[in-house]
């Protein structure tokens, strides 16, 4: 009979280990799969972050080689320029020539004052003696057809091979060119731009315009370029942003690096495994986590540059970008795991304290049963009193059964003094109360309850992630419950600085835009008053009014995509700019599409130039289609437009204005919103300063 027993129990045994071993097998499982979902999270939320800033760096930078090559064309396209030009190359005049012909003076003259005006000769308060040898990095210099010096500033560079080569290649092509970056004598890095010079037409006898000369703009890239690597928002982890190129399958840094390397003193090949630079080059677009430089890991998003074969890298240190996320993953591996241990705690002890034996084997199976949970329970006091978190596990009575050193710590006592007590007399009657709802709901339901609250917890007042865990059994107590504490108060503290960078990424787009229209430089501000003082009159909700604010801020950010010729054209604009200042609405959805922002930001975006009667585009949706934030939008949309002066017209009255809208209503417009708009108006009278204004 004995024999029997003993042999019935090893199935037994073997069917329940299996089944706690499956247990955490599964529990492992899924812990695992939820920390792999918020760190795919964590490194989304980066990607968009360093999207941002690293389209905002080269817009600056296509803008600003746009800006060089604007101003010599300005100078190339001068009649004057290309008619004197035109008779030097006729009379050959040679170089050393002692008489300086007429036409060599005027053009030295409006050389050096477009050179001036333009920042490519030495300031007044900055010439050098002339006696003394001036060697610059920047200048500007007028070649004929041949590519001989006419006319120099005073200071110019040398103009070496290379440079000459691009001179060549403007002259060959008939179109503007920029040379490779240089580093001069001096160890400065040096940009050449190149633009032709056609003769005045008629010149030529066939009625064709023929180069007759090409101008060359030598910037500073270390004084001009360089310094656009760090306009807009920045990071408070360590980042930064530098160019890359390909020579001989070699990555050369053009631009100066966070460890003091100077402009293109760094070369790295290209087939270096696991490097991000080396990546940028496969895909010019990528968020990856790969290595720097020096080895570091980093988080890197890439962009190539319209107008150069460079690429911006904007990188930042992936320790530091990672860090919280990394504390706070942590936090769920352990809490889990500790969760598992205890459950399979409580599992072994009431197994064993189900089973029966004869008398004396009952006295050794308990013993051994007291060895192991002693083992387990100074196991449990190791994890838990070398954690911050702040664990109390409650009876039913809401005596305190069990509490780490933590908890212990933070109102002043031992652990086992707080044993037996009960909670209100631990944590204080206001404390209490506050996490009283969650006690009972969970040990109404048996869920676990979880919150962010704010609690005076002993001498500490902070934000608290509080949870409530039902456990089955604990000892001889059933259904106790878990009381878990984890403050976060600085967390919350790096989320306000992450909404606050938020907004500065938010107000950096809105000044590019601003830059890139002059003419509508206030467009977006003024919608954004008029629709908040809409949206106020007709009460809406704060969750739309929120998302109205953050629509209309973003409405106009689109036109960075549209030419600026055309946003700036005096005349009226032929029906393919037409069509092309239309898509500015679709052009911002498809900026921002990859942002996930909290309610409809981006569907009342795309219903600024909708009407209610389905006149409007990109969709022509009706009024039933739209929401109320996006009929406020394309009503202050209107408004503004037509009281805010633009390149081919001034800006028309408030009352003319009204009135136009009104005559639109119940068409293009909703009725209730043009009423508040009348409403607002009549008590607004500044508004009147918006025509008056450039």
Not at 524 to 536: F, K, Q, T, Y
């Amino acid at each position: 009979m004995n024999d029997f027993t003993t042999n019935g129990k090893k199935p037994s045994i073997i069917v329940g280990i299996i089944l706690l071993l499956l247990l955490l097998g599964l529990g492992a499982f899924l812990t695992k799969a939820y920390i792999n979902k918020e760190r795919q999270r964590d490194m989304q939320q980066w990607e968009s972050r360093l999207a941002l800033v690293a389209d905002a760096r080269r817009a600056a930078i296509d803008h600003w080689i746009e800006d060089q090559f604007g101003k010599l064309k300005e100078l190339a396209d001068n009649a004057s320029l290309q008619l004197y030009l035109w008779q030097l190359v006729q009379r050959n005049v040679p170089e050393n020539s002692i008489t300086e012909p007429a036409q060599q003076t005027y053009l030295r003259n409006l050389i050096l004052a477009t050179a001036d005006r333009h920042g490519f000769s030495i300031q007044d308060g900055a010439r050098i003696p002339a006696n003394l040898p001036q060697h610059q990095a920047t200048g500007l210099a007028l070649l004929d057809k041949d590519l001989h010096k006419i006319v120099l500033t005073p200071g110019m560079p040398e103009i070496n091979g290379a440079w000459l080569q691009t001179a060549k290649l403007a002259l060959e092509t008939k179109q503007p060119k920029v040379s490779d970056l240089k580093i001069d004598g001096q160890d400065r890095p040096i940009l050449a731009f190149a633009i032709p010079v056609t003769a005045v037409l008629g010149t030529a006898g066939n009625g064709d315009q023929q180069s007759v000369g090409v101008l060359l703009g030598i910037r500073n890239a270390e004084l001009d370029l360089f310094p656009l690597l760090k306009t807009g928002a920045s990071f408070s982890e360590e980042s930064e942003a530098f160019l890359t190129t390909l020579s001989d399958n070699n990555i050369v840094y053009l631009s100066p690096t966070a460890d003091g390397a100077k402009p293109m003193q760094r070369h790295l090949s290209l087939d270096k495994n696991n490097l991000a630079s080396a990546s940028a080059f496969n895909n010019s677009s990528e968020f990856t986590i790969r290595n720097n430089y020096q080895g570091n890991t980093v988080l890197s998003a890439s962009r190539k540059l319209n107008n150069l074969p460079w690429i911006l890298n904007q990188q930042v240190d992936a320790s530091q970008a990672l860090r919280e996320s990394n504390e706070r993953l942590g936090f769920l591996m352990l809490a889990s795991s500790l969760i598992l241990l205890s459950a399979a705690a409580l599992a072994v002890a009431a197994w064993r304290h189900g089973s029966s034996v004869r008398a004396q084997h009952q006295a050794d199976e308990l013993r051994e049963k007291a060895q192991k949970l002693q083992k387990q329970t100074e196991l449990l006091y190791a994890i838990t009193d070398n954690i911050n978190t702040h664990t109390l596990l409650l009876s039913k009575q809401g005596e305190v059964l069990f509490s780490n050193q933590a908890a212990a710590d933070t109102v002043g006592a031992s652990c086992s003094e707080l044993i037996g007590k009960s909670l209100t007399s631990v944590l204080g009657p206001q404390t209490s109360r506050e996490l009283g709802q969650d006690i009972q709901s969970t040990a109404e339901t048996g869920n676990t309850t979880s919150r962010i609250i704010n609690l005076q917890y002993g001498n500490h007042s902070g934000t608290y992630q509080a949870s409530v865990i039902p456990v089955e059994r604990v000892g001889e107590h059933l259904s106790p419950l878990l009381l878990v504490l984890n403050d976060i108060t600085q967390l919350k503290s790096v989320q306000n600085r992450h909404q606050n960078l938020l907004r500065n990424l938010v107000a950096t787009l809105v000044h590019i835009v601003d830059l890139h229209d002059p003419y509508s430089a206030h467009h977006s501000s003024r919608m954004v008053e008029v629709a908040n003082l809409i949206g106020r009159e007709l009460r809406l909700s704060p969750e739309d009014r929120q998302t109205l604010d953050l629509a209309t801020t973003l409405s106009n950010l689109g036109k960075i995509m549209i030419p600026k010729e055309v946003l700036t054209k005096t005349e009226p604009l032929t029906d393919a700019e037409h069509d092309l200042l239309q898509k500015h609405v679709q052009y911002g959805l498809e900026l921002l599409d990859n942002l996930n922002f909290e309610g409809q930001v981006l569907n009342t975006i795309a219903q600024k130039q909708e009407h209610i009667d389905g006149s409007g585009y990109p969709k022509e949706i009706n009024g039933d289609q739209m929401l109320i934030t996006g009929k406020i939008l394309s009503v202050a949309n209107a408004f503004v437009a037509l009281v805010s002066p633009r390149a081919y017209r001034k800006g028309i009255s408030i009352n003319a204005a009204l009135d136009q809208l009104m005559d639109e209503a119940g068409t293009k417009y909703d009725r209730k919103i043009l009423a508040a708009l009348f409403h607002i108006a009549e008590n607004r009278k500044d508004w009147t300063d918006w025509i008056n204004e450039a």
